[in-house]
């Protein structure tokens, strides 16, 4: 009967002792829900059977058993396993809109799995790993790469500095076939971009800050106002009571200046203080803006009525960024506009950010636009198609598909008719007809076709367009199935 636990140890903090469990002991982060235990010792079992003694990973169990993927867990003794907590798989099924594992089709699943598995041994404890924020790359059982390091405090890090990035909550797990590391993300295949480090003379930018900007508190603060407060405030219990604050904030679009076509539009929030619990932060656009920040309480605000037009989840930055390109795009005027900042329902988590009425030098909240002056034209350079292996892997790079005429990530693909005989796929996404990708996707090698196993020829059809408004018609790409 299962009943372990994942174990995690904090750090002692006496400087002897800690550099002796540099060398000695196992490296294991601290998280908020695991007990915690000395992991120094070998685990004496195989990743295998540690994965079916512990409860927090029987998605896990059941992804391997369905992908008939034991061996690579039971042999061998080189290996490092990243393991996804149950917590890992949820989000992953709710993200692609799968109500269990066993809807997921094996060859995309087997493909998630393999990426999981690292054919080097990677224990952070290595005197040779001891520079930290080092991303050192290894290869994977399906191809690609990982990058694996850690931190000052040695929480390990997956693909640091790459575009995607996660923290392991509990490493160096030593089984008799591998070390073990375990997260609650399914991590995928992330790089380095690629965008040109030459500016760009076309390239502009434009800035412009709130002309009111405050938060209202529930319950019984629900008549007062916080107007002059250095900090926005947000905080989301039970939406409404005493512990409850929503932020608002008014940008006057009159106010940016630049010319050219806005290509890229972003709210950023500069962040005093956040429990990074990773919980959705949402932004979202009210109508009402004839408000004033010193008469806005929540007993007389407009509160959000409509989807959040931007969220992000949370995590310990300096800054928060919702990307509001869409919502730009679609606006019928270009005066004031009105935002409600607020956490995720019951997240309980605390945020705070600088306002304009901080003295203390930080930036206030802040819309930022992009602008590019220039006319492109887009043009196929490169449209080779590819052949594949019946139920194997395939990843793009730009030997195969390339479209120039604008920055790699300002080039976008959209899929206008799905593959027949298997799945696109960009890092843990599953994309249909409809949904998008990059020429810097294409570049970095983050997009893949997964074969189904069947069919001897096939199929993507997409156009292409720039954030300028340049397009490329309908075209296909070739696929052969061997």
């Known amino acids: 009967m299962k009943n372990n636990k994942i174990i995690g140890r904090p750090y002692i903090g006496v400087f002897v002792i800690m550099i002796v469990t540099l060398f000695y002991n196992c490296e294991i982060q601290d998280n908020f829900s695991y007990d915690h235990s000395n992991s120094n010792a070998e685990l004496g ?10 409860d927090s990973l029987n998605l896990l169990e059941e992804a391997i058993t369905l992908t008939n993927t034991q061996s690579f867990y039971e042999s061998g003794s080189d290996k490092t396993f990243i393991a996804p907590t149950n917590e890992a798989f949820t989000n992953y099924l709710q993200d692609n809109s799968y109500l269990s594992l066993s809807e997921v089709p094996v060859p995309i699943l087997r ?8 054919n080097s041994f990677v224990s952070f404890d290595d005197p040779d790993l001891m520079e930290r924020n080092n991303p050192l790359p290894y290869t994977t059982e399906n191809g690609q790469i990982i990058y694996l390091s850690h931190n000052s405090g040695f929480t390990g ?3 640091e500095g790459t575009s995607k990035q ?3 909550i509990t490493s160096n797990l030593k089984s008799t076939t591998g070390v073990i590391h375990v997260l609650p993300s399914i991590v995928y295949f992330s790089a380095l971009t690629t965008g040109n480090d030459d500016p760009d003379p076309s390239i502009t930018m434009d800035t412009i800050y709130p002309i009111h900007d405050t938060y209202i508190n529930g319950g019984s603060q629900s008549g007062r106002n916080f107007g002059t407060d250095v900090l926005i405030k947000v905080k989301n219990v039970s939406d409404n009571g005493l512990y409850d604050r929503k932020g608002y904030l008014m940008f006057d679009l009159k106010e940016l200046s630049k010319e050219g076509v806005i290509i890229d539009f972003k709210l950023e929030l500069p962040i005093k203080f956040t429990h990074g619990k990773e919980v959705d932060f949402n932004v979202y656009e009210v109508q009402d803006t004839l408000w004033s920040e010193v008469g806005l309480t929540f007993d007389n605000a407009t509160l959000p009525t409509t989807a959040p037009i931007a969220s992000i989840t949370t995590s310990k930055l300096s800054a928060f960024e919702f990307d509001l390109i869409d919502y730009y795009k679609n606006l019928t005027h270009n005066g004031r506009v009105s935002f409600v900042l607020d956490g995720e329902l019951g997240s309980n988590e605390t945020d705070e950010i600088y306002s304009k009425e901080n003295v203390l030098g930080f930036n206030p909240p802040m819309l930022i636009a992009r602008l590019s002056s220039k006319t492109s034209v887009l043009t196929i350079e490169t449209n080779t198609g590819f052949s594949v292996d019946s139920g194997e892997t395939f990843a793009f790079d730009n030997n195969v598909l390339e479209v120039i005429g604008a920055a790699p990530e300002d080039l976008t ?8 005989y298997g799945w ?3 890092g843990a996404s599953i994309l249909k007809t409809g949904d998008t990708f990059t020429q810097e996707d294409i570049d970095v090698m983050n997009l893949i076709f997964i074969s189904n196993g069947s069919g001897s020829s096939d199929k993507i059809v997409v156009s292409a367009a720039d954030k300028v408004g340049a397009t490329v018609d309908n075209f296909n790409i070739d696929i052969t199935i061997q």
Request: proline share 3%; aromatic share 14%; no cysteine.
């Open 166 to 168: 996660w923290n392991i």
């Open 157 to 159: 890090i997956v693909n």
């Open 413 to 420: 693909f959209t899929i206008e008719e799905a593959p027949e």
């Open 424 to 426: 696109l796929v960009r």
């Open 45 to 54: 079992i195989t990743a295998w059977e540690y994965i079916q003694n512990n």
């Open 111 to 118: 493909n998630a799995l393999k990426y999981h598995i690292v």
